[in-house]
């Protein structure tokens, strides 16, 4: 169920929601396996590959901005 929420999430670029996934694949683990320092560790690593994602967008976004602006000031 969550590989499909976050494939679902993904296809949107809703970030919140692949955090909210990551949120709950931690408390699952937590919950099944009573470990909540590894629950904890593997949402961690798993929220971090999603918000480095999302680092890497909001950089695209401000590198076309600064182009943009420096394009147009240029004109």
């Not at 494939?7 to 670029?13: C, F, K, V």
């Amino acid at each position: 169920a969550f590989d499909k929420a976050e494939e679902s999430y993904q296809s949107l670029g809703n970030v919140e929601g692949r955090a909210e996934i990551a949120l709950q694949r931690g408390v699952v683990l937590n919950d099944s396996i009573g470990k909540p320092d590894d629950a904890r560790a593997q949402g961690l690593i798993y929220l971090a590959s999603v918000l480095e994602g999302a680092l890497i967008i909001i950089a695209s976004v401000m590198v076309v901005a600064a182009v943009s602006t420096a394009l147009t000031r240029n004109s």
